[in-house]
Each structure stands twice: as structure tokens, then as C-alpha cells.
């Protein structure tokens, strides 16, 4: 039997470019007065870390885990260390995993799906990217580790804001919110930011689905830049058909499932009082409904797809023949 999520242990994956500021986080985390016990776990690339040698000693347990990326060759290893954590008897309040720097978050998210013992155990609570705001800019241009890290990301912390003159924040935050226009973006200097907007956000949680802003995304904006990992929304106040949109989105999420990174909706069926919100991690998809819609509400239903080089039209096209007013024959012979 699964346990109920108040009883699942929360996951925070800490990830971020190398030199963004993960470590100076997590010895906050470590050493401030919340009276908390978290468990860590540390991934490097190489088989001699050093960063284990970097976090401050407290009383909480450090795994450290060499000889491979976590996104790749130690998966199996963060499913023992993860299963050992929860048959201990002294008990820890959440998990922390700080990536190696070049690490890409998607398969550390999926192992909270695809671990079955994991999953009834554990929750993902947020994938938070500690991003360097005075060298972003350059390392998104030629590394694609840093793009997909922000891809990935429900809340983003941008460091080092002290760095860079207003003007330049204010270009590194939109160059975020044109890869990632849903993440929560919190400011920092040293990664000050309170504690209780990065740690049990409950942001992966479906319940808590991050509300996509259209707005964010303009599609006659000029892109300066040859993004690796760009993003697009999609939006009708057209009623959805459960019939089409739901065969249709498994079958995007399998085509399309390795370039597509992270996507997240919203939607407002047919017939139906609750909403229903969907995301997606590569291939694994989930959705359920969701609160009832509010009296006055606008029942507008909304997709953001983040990915590399997915086809828009094709999507958009696929996405606009689940509305319940175009003619069933058409939507399926598409």
C-alpha cells in the first residue's frame, strides 16, 4: 500500500552549473535553526570527490556517490542509498540531492517514478537550479548541461545578483523565463534566500502545479540567440475532450518524449467541474484533477512545453483538435 503523501518522505534535487553557488546552499540548509534533520546525498564526476570535503560538518549523514554522473551510471546506486534511508529506525525529515554540476536533473526525477519502493516512499518536492547571474548568459551559449538544468527547474535561484547592474538582471531573467516560463525565480546573494521558499514547496506535486502565465511566452519575440532548449505555450478557451487529449498527450509524450524535457497544463475538460492538471518528464507522464474551478473563473486550457527543437505547429495543431467542438473524424484521421 502506498503511503499517504503526508507520510512520504520529500526529495529536494539541488542542481545548477558548476561554480553557481549548490554547495554555499546547501551548508544553509545544513546549518541554519529549522530543526529539521535532513539526510544528503552528493553526486560528483570522478571517482575523488571533493566536494563532500566542502559541506560543514553537522549531524546530518553526507552519501557520497563517485565514479559516474547520478543522471547516468549511478541511478541504481541513489535507489539503495534512498531504500536503506527510509528502513532506518531514526528517521529523517527530507532528502537532499545536490548534483554534480554537469549533471542533467531529468533522470534523478524520473527515479521517483520508476522505482516502485521509491515511489511509494518518497516524494519529489522540487527540482530547484542555483544559476551564477553574472556568467549565465556565456555559459548558456555553449554549455547545454546549464540549459537543460533550467528546463528542468521548478524554482530557480539567481545568485550572485550583487555582480551585475539592474540592466543585466534584467536580461539574464528574461533569458530564464525564455527557456523555463513557469519556475519561480528567487533572487539571492550567497543564496540568501529564505529557507521556506525553496525547501517543502510541494512544487513537482500535481496538487500544487505551478499555473502557466501565457504571458510569459510572446511568439513574435525576437530570439538573439540559438537556444538549445526553448519553450512555447499553448492556449484555448475552447473546452477540452478527455477522448482526444488524453490518447493524443501519451502519444506526443512517447513520440517526442526524449527531446521533451519538461511539460505542464492545465485543462478544462468537457463536462467537468475540476481541473485537470497534467506534466510530464521525458517520457513519463502523469495527470489527475485538481481543485474545482472557481466561480468567475476564466476555464482557459494551457500547455507549456519545454524541449529541444520540438515541433510547434505539429502540436499546436494536434493540441487544438482535442477542444469537444472539433468534429471527432477530423481529429482522428490527423
Known amino acids: 500500500m502506498p503511503l499517504e503523501a503526508s507520510q512520504q518522505m520529500p526529495v529536494t534535487v539541488l542542481t545548477g552549473y ?43 549523514e553526507v552519501f557520497e556517490m563517485n565514479n559516474g554522473c547520478i543522471c547516468c551510471t549511478v ?7 534512498i531504500e536503506s534511508l527510509m528502513r532506518r529506525s531514526d528517521r529523517f525529515d527530507a532528502i537532499l540531492i545536490e548534483t554534480t554540476g554537469l549533471a542533467d536533473p531529468a533522470p534523478v526525477a524520473q527515479t521517483f517514478f520508476v522505482d516502485d519502493d521509491v515511489r511509494q516512499k518518497t516524494k519529489l518536492d522540487a527540482i530547484v537550479t542555483v544559476v551564477d547571474a553574472k556568467h549565465l548568459l556565456g555559459e548558456l551559449d555553449h554549455a547545454h548541461e546549464a540549459q537543460e538544468q533550467l528546463a528542468f527547474a521548478d524554482i530557480v535561484i539567481l545568485n550572485k545578483t550583487d555582480l551585475v547592474t539592474p540592466a543585466e538582471l534584467k536580461a539574464v ?6 527557456i523555463n516560463p513557469t519556475a519561480a525565480i528567487k533572487h539571492s546573494t550567497r543564496c ?3 529557507l521556506d521558499e525553496v525547501l517543502d514547496r510541494g512544487a513537482f506535486d500535481l496538487n500544487r502545479v505551478i499555473e502557466v502565465e501565457p504571458h510569459f511566452l510572446d511568439a513574435e519575440h525576437d530570439h538573439e540567440h540559438d537556444d538549445h532548449v526553448t519553450s512555447f505555450s499553448l492556449v484555448t478557451e475552447a473546452s477540452i475532450d478527455p ?18 524535457l519538461r511539460m ?14 497534467v506534466q510530464a518528464v521525458h517520457m513519463l507522464l502523469e495527470g489527475d484533477h485538481q481543485r474545482p474551478w472557481k466561480e468567475g473563473e476564466k476555464r482557459v486550457s494551457r500547455l507549456v512545453f519545454i524541449g529541444r527543437d520540438l515541433p510547434k505547429g505539429l502540436i499546436e495543431d494536434g493540441f487544438l483538435k482535442c477542444r469537444a467542438d472539433v468534429d471527432a473524424v477530423e481529429a482522428v484521421s490527423a
Do not use: C
Open 18 to 60: 558548476l561554480g553557481a553557488g549548490k554547495t554555499t546552499l546547501l551548508n544553509r540548509i545544513l546549518t541554519e535553526q529549522h530543526g529539521k534533520r535532513y539526510a544528503v546525498i552528493v553526486n560528483e564526476f570522478g571517482e575523488v570527490g571533493i566536494d563532500n570535503d566542502l559541506i560543514v560538518d553537522t549531524d546530518e
Open 75 to 81: 541511478r541504481g546506486d541513489l535507489i539503495r542509498i
Open 173 to 178: 531573467e528574461a533569458r530564464i523565463r525564455r
Open 192 to 194: 540568501n534566500v529564505p
Open 243 to 260: 477522448s482526444k487529449f488524453l490518447p493524443w498527450i501519451q502519444m506526443i509524450t512517447q513520440k517526442f518524449g526524449i527531446d521533451m
Open 264 to 277: 505542464k497544463g492545465i485543462l478544462a475538460f468537457k463536462g467537468d467541474n475540476n481541473r485537470f492538471v
